[in-house]
Nanobody
């Protein structure tokens, strides 16, 4: 059974940092793009950051640039999201996802594997 399990969420204050982890099991995603998405109450799910299969190419949503960093450890089948300078508007459930295609960047419409999500709450 393929699973993506996120961890690292929690309640923090504005300006704090969090590091999210997503551990994959059941198969390797070494040739798949992976990424982080988030969904706030009443809002659409949106891409936060994506990383290609090699780890060499990364893309970020405008709100994440300069504050968030995505990385992956292929040997551990794990992807990370380092979030710095958190703001109350970053409050959301954060989901890890892997693209269903090989050697392609993950998008909302092409993600084939999802984690269950981890809550991030930033207080002002």
């Amino acid at each position: 059974q393929v699973q993506l399990v996120e961890s690292g969420g929690g309640l923090v204050q504005a300006g704090d940092s969090l590091r999210l982890s997503c551990a994959a099991s059941g198969r390797t995603f070494s040739r798949h793009g992976m990424g982080w998405f988030r969904q706030a109450p009443g809002k659409e799910r949106e891409l936060v950051a994506a990383i290609d299969w090699s780890g060499a190419v990364r893309s970020y949503a405008a709100f994440a640039k300069g504050r968030f960093t995505i990385s992956r450890d292929t040997a551990k089948n794990t992807v990370y999201l380092q979030m710095n300078s958190l703001k109350p508007e970053d409050t959301a459930v954060y989901f890890c996802a892997a693209d269903r295609r090989e050697r392609a960047m993950v998008t909302l419409s092409t993600a084939g594997y999802w984690g269950q999500g981890t809550q991030v709450t930033v207080s002002s």
